[in-house]
């Protein structure tokens, strides 16, 4: 079976950068598993996988615009010094925090100035090109997935729309 659209894909991969560092890796430990044509890798690696069958290997290499993104020099924001946690006064941490509407935002300190620090909230690879050597462990037909409605066996023909429900729709 071949990797396409909405195939379950398990891959095992070590994510490097330019100098050679590696960034991330899950080799002999769990591979990541998703749903390919869902959204949930980077698009660049996403595009060099298609058509792999498990057993096969590659090199990718991913430009920061199908990766990450560039960096976003907006994304750099000027804080108080005395807002910002003592021990994560040094370039490089990486700070937690709220947005007004609750949602987790991270940041990394840039720079540290005399009386402000420099937050950096884009994502830590982006600007940056991806070298991913791959291995496709598996490549199986994801689930299908019925609204909670189909589950209950309560279905009707405008609320579900999945093959597997339509069947069992009410008229």
Request: aromatic share 4%.
């Amino acid at each position: 079976m071949t990797i396409s659209k909405d195939k379950n894909v398990s891959i095992e991969y070590t994510l490097k950068l330019d100098d050679d560092s590696v960034v991330d890796t899950n080799v002999d430990a769990d591979p990541l598993t998703f749903v390919f044509g869902a959204g949930q890798v980077i698009p660049g690696l996403e595009k060099a996988l298609e058509g792999m069958k498990a057993g096969e290997s590659k090199k990718v290499t991913v430009t920061a615009e199908d990766g990450y993104g560039e960096s976003n020099p907006k994304a750099l924001v000027e804080v108080e010094k005395d807002k910002i946690p003592e021990d994560a006064l040094k370039v490089g941490a990486m700070l937690q925090g709220q947005s007004a509407d609750g949602a987790a935002v991270y940041a990394r300190v840039a720079e540290i100035k005399e009386t402000a620090v420099v937050l950096d909230h884009n994502h830590p690879l982006a600007g940056k090109t991806l070298h991913f050597d791959v291995k496709v462990v598996d490549v199986s037909d994801a689930p299908v997935s019925n609204p909670a409605s189909c589950d209950t066996g309560s279905c009707t023909t405008s609320s579900c729309t999945s093959s597997a429900c339509d069947s069992n729709a009410k008229e």
